[in-house]
């Protein structure tokens, strides 16, 4: 089992509507969750923390997350092309090391 | 605030070649990390340092990767020799200091190509 677990997609998405991704971790310790946006041939761009249960909002993005369940989530509200990028989920777990799933990639057709 | 500076952007070398990678981090950041990223899957920890000190590099290959952060700021990331499977995009971040709640903000990396 991988540490942390996305779906890699692609999510197709109409211009406008919401995008859901979720993702899974396996260490029941992590305390601090992260969303990076990456484009193409692009390193990645943090876009939203998370620590504690519940939703986080930040723009049109919202970070949902339940530890008892293992799992974090990102909504795009109101999609637009220029969201279309590989989000990537990112938990620290055991010895502060961040670790990565594999990314999600997102498409926002116009 | 400037971001993380990499160089060279991209590296196109034979097999059997040495190369180094440079990162300078964010100002005031103690801590630097150096991931390597392959295509279709997420940046994985090289080695992180707090400060001048290497604190994890468990997943660095040390029979042929070494870095070095001299004076805590700036850090080189080297591969001697290289190997076709090195290819990959090197990132540098750095975070203000180390622990769970610290945010990494990445630099633009260094694409890497092995003939």
Known sequence: QKEVEQNSGPLSVPEGAIASLNCTYSDRGSQSFFWYRQYSGKSPELIMSIYSNGDKEDGRFTAQLNKASQYVSLLIRDSQPSDSATYLCAVYAAGNKLTFGGGTRVLVKP | ?115
């Open chain 2, 1 to 115: 605030e400037a971001g993380v500076v990499q160089s060279p952007r991209y590296k196109i070398i034979e097999k059997k070649q040495p190369v180094a990678f440079w990162c300078n981090p964010i100002s005031g950041h103690n801590t630097l990390y150096w991931y390597r990223q392959n295509l279709g899957q997420g940046p994985e920890l090289l080695i992180r340092y707090e400060n001048e000190e290497a604190v994890d590099d468990s997943q660095l290959p040390k029979d042929r990767f070494s870095a070095e952060r001299l004076k805590g700021v700036d850090s080189t990331l080297k591969i001697q020799p290289a190997e076709l499977g090195d290819s990959a995009v090197y990132l540098c971040a750095s975070s203000r200091e180390a622990g769970v709640y610290n945010e990494q903000f990445f630099g633009p990396g260094t694409r890497l190509t092995v003939l």
